[in-house]
């Protein structure tokens, strides 16, 4: 009996089914990025807000289970999230702020020590000392500005700070909102569609729910961890500013890759100017080790498979929510293509298949 070869579908249409989807599905991003950006005023807190309730539901539904009354467990969190907004408003304020003008003037001496190097040892750089120096201090611009004063000014403008207080109080009603009536929110979402299609729609739901919760306990995690070891490494070598530095690195290590460039330079430049070359050596392997321990064993083991994206997704889509959203954007451009990629692969798995109707 000869064997049935597979029927194919022409290639010219092939291309076309995939020509269309993939203008489908841009159409749709573009969409869906086009209402965030223009609403950012109330849809920027709404994400954060439900970034964070991923964290605190968990927490209290586990208290609720123990027994502590629901709307108890609800106070405990919000007083929480007070607390740890506070805590950090005074951190940014008193130890990043309040010392940026130092880690400033030991970034420009890190900065010159690399030109003097260069000059004594590259003809070219001689002869281009002024380019290459404009390039050095162009490399951070917001910490020089900071050496100079100019962060602190920017910082005490009243429509800057009218913007972040009223964003920061959206964000706590959204938290409140959510907390306490996040089900029936979510119950509404599900009711528009049809009744065939809620299944899928709360499956995908499920993913987009434990994709968010999973990316912010891993970032934070891994940071954590980040800091932890080069905070000790700065310790070790002697590097001064040690707890703005680390801080820093904390902060902006929430920015996947350009993050840890970004305080990864800014760490070895102020060990240069205040330590010397060796220790700058030092302290530069000291975080290439550190990166390359979290890429092979901490990263994988607390995001596990929930969030995985490839480094080239991961760049595109920070560079892309920083130009649309500035450092927010940053932040929030990788939890939402992690979120967007669970859903997209739990809607691409085949539906289950409805049982046979018994005879009767």
Known sequence: MAATTPTRAPAGEAMAKWSAKTLLI???????????????????PLIVATLVCTQLIPLVEGATRRGVPRGLAITGAMLSVIVVVAGLTWLFADALFGELGGVGQ??????????????????????NEEEIRNFLDGLLPAVKDAA?????????????????VSSALLTF????????????VWHWIERRFSAARRDRVTVAGDAAWN????????????????????????????????????????????IPILGAWVSGTVIVLVTLGAEGAGA???????????????????TPLVYQKTVSLHPIVTLSGVIIGSQLLG??????????????????????????????????
């Not at 970032?219 to 590097?239: E, N």
């Not at 290439?288 to 890429?295: F, N, R, T, V």
């Open 211 to 254: 994709a968010a919760g999973g990316y912010i306990r891993g970032i934070a995690l891994v940071a954590f961890i980040d800091s932890l070891v080069i905070g000790l490494g700065m310790f070790v070598i002697g590097t001064p500013l040690v707890g703005t530095l680390m801080l820093l690195s904390f902060v902006t290590l929430f």
């Open 173 to 184: 009603v959204f938290i409140l909102y959510l907390l306490t009536g996040g089900d029936q």
């Open 327 to 360: 450092i927010v954007g940053a932040f929030l451009a990788v939890p939402m293509i992690a979120i967007g990629w669970a859903v997209f692969n739990t809607l691409e798995q085949p539906e289950p298949e409805a049982p046979p109707s018994q005879p009767a």
């Open 26 to 44: 841009a159409a749709g991003v573009l969409l869906v990025g086009g209402a965030i950006w223009y609403a950012r005023a109330v849809t920027v």
């Open 148 to 164: 100079g004063g100019v962060v602190g000014g920017v910082l005490s403008g009243l429509s800057l700070a009218a913007q972040l």
């Open 106 to 127: 030991e970034l420009s001496d890190g900065a010159d020590e690399v030109i003097a190097w260069l000059q004594d040892n590259n003809r070219w750089v001689q002869q």
């Open 280 to 298: 700058a050596v030092a302290m530069a392997a000291v975080i290439l080790i550190a990166q390359q321990l979290d890429s092979m064993f901490v």
